[in-house]
Every structure is written in structure tokens, then in C-alpha cells.
């Protein structure tokens, strides 16, 4: 039992047990590989991202009515519609996973029952509200 004890002393004297701060090296190429990254994700506005399809009609007043209802019950949620003939699309929120947007999903579902999550561009400023 001494003798563990001396081994054990002996080990941390010797900084084996010390905490210490890890310094990683690496080539050069990987070096600007990741700078090159950096620069090229700085430049980049939009990313994939999730949105929630609240409706989708080619019944322009129905839309219209979609938007006016979803309007009065969250006024402060993004809101946004386009039309891809002979489609409107009305489309709310801005995640960054599908997982964040689940919550608000099932909520919405009672008074929307066709709400569905959809892969759209979105901008990281948007991401940050």
C-alpha cells in the first residue's frame, strides 16, 4: 500500500496527472482549407432552413383569410406568402432544425389542420430574432 502511494506521489510530481493546456498542429493545407471555410460561410447570407407551410391554395381568398386568421391569433410571428402558379403559399417562422419548429407546429395544428414543416431558404438574420 506504501508503494502505491510513493508511485502515485512520484507520477504527480512529475506532471503526469497535471492538467495542461493541449496544443493541436496541423499541415498548412488544412490550415487554409479552414480559413477558406471561414471566409466562405462569412459571405453566405442564407442557409437550409425550416419554415411552417400554414396553407397552400390555389384559392386566392382562402389565403387571404388563412393570413387575416393566423395574423389576429400571432401577431408577432413572421408571416410570409408567395405565389408559384397556380399555387399561394403561405409560410410562418424561421428555424434552424426541424426539431425547434415541432412545438409550434402542433399548436397551430387545431385551427390549421393542414400546417406541414418545409425546407426553405432562410436568411441568418432572421435566425437570430
Same mark, same amino acid.
Given at each position: 500500500?506504501?508503494?502505491? &502511494?510513493?508511485?502515485?506521489?512520484?507520477? *504527480?510530481?512529475?506532471?503526469?496527472? &497535471?492538467?495542461?493546456?493541449?496544443?493541436?498542429? #496541423?499541415?498548412?493545407?488544412?490550415?487554409?482549407?479552414?480559413?477558406?471555410?471561414?471566409?466562405?460561410?462569412?459571405?453566405?447570407?442564407?442557409?437550409?432552413?425550416?419554415?411552417?407551410?400554414?396553407?397552400?391554395?390555389?384559392?386566392?381568398?382562402?389565403?387571404?383569410?388563412?393570413?387575416? !386568421?393566423?395574423?389576429?391569433? #400571432? %401577431?408577432? +410571428?413572421?408571416?410570409?406568402?408567395?405565389?408559384? %402558379?397556380? *399555387? #399561394?403559399?403561405?409560410? +410562418?417562422? &424561421? *428555424?434552424?432544425?426541424?426539431?425547434?419548429?415541432?412545438?409550434?407546429?402542433?399548436?397551430?395544428? %387545431?385551427?390549421? %389542420?393542414? +400546417?406541414?414543416? +418545409?425546407?426553405?431558404?432562410?436568411? !441568418?438574420?432572421?435566425?437570430?430574432?
Amino acid at each position: 500500500m506504501k508503494s502505491l &502511494a510513493v508511485i502515485i506521489l512520484v507520477l *504527480y510530481s512529475c506532471g503526469l496527472f &497535471a492538467q495542461g493546456q493541449v496544443n493541436i498542429s #496541423y499541415s498548412d493545407d488544412i490550415e487554409q482549407m479552414k480559413n477558406r471555410f471561414i471566409s466562405q460561410n462569412k459571405q453566405q447570407d442564407e442557409i437550409k432552413g425550416w419554415r411552417i407551410q400554414v396553407i397552400t391554395t390555389d384559392d386566392r381568398r382562402k389565403m387571404e383569410s388563412a393570413i387575416s !386568421k393566423f395574423s389576429s391569433m #400571432y %401577431p408577432d +410571428v413572421d408571416l410570409s406568402w408567395n405565389h408559384v %402558379p397556380p *399555387y #399561394y403559399r403561405v409560410r +410562418v417562422g &424561421a *428555424y434552424e432544425n426541424k426539431v425547434q419548429l415541432m412545438g409550434f407546429l402542433l399548436d397551430l395544428k %387545431p385551427d390549421f %389542420p393542414g +400546417v406541414i414543416p +418545409v425546407v426553405d431558404n432562410i436568411q !441568418k438574420s432572421e435566425l437570430v430574432r
